[in-house]
């Protein structure tokens, strides 16, 4: 899976995923602001909803969330989490919560 300008992560038989289930400040290889918050709104969105990182990763494939988050890095990184998170299930439900 790529999540931004080629950074590879690769996800096992067992969908061991750390940059999603570990913690993100022990991770070497996130060092990158825009990735930071993607990784962020992941795991906070993955948990407002129940979801599991394969159904995460399914409707990531439908949906391209981690594309959208880098594509609003700009507005995102300056609002508060609740807002950028409506704004996420907006484009993931299309409607506001």
């Known amino acids: 899976m790529t999540l931004y300008h080629g950074t590879n ?3 096992n ?4 995923v750390p940059w999603l289930s570990g913690d ?9 602001p825009i990735v930071f918050l993607q990784v962020h709104f992941i795991r906070t969105f993955m948990a407002r909803h129940g ?7 399914a409707l990531d494939k439908d949906r391209d969330i981690i594309g959208f988050l880098r594509a609003g890095y700009e507005p995102f990184h300056l609002t508060g989490d609740e807002g950028v998170l409506k704004e996420l299930d907006a ?7």
Do not use: A, H, P, R
């Open 51 to 57: 979801l599991t990182i394969q159904e995460f990763l």
């Open 13 to 16: 038989n067992t969908l061991n």
């Open 24 to 32: 993100i400040m022990n991770c070497k290889n996130i060092i990158d």
């Open 9 to 11: 992560f690769t996800i």
């Open 91 to 97: 484009y993931v439900y299309g409607s506001l919560w």
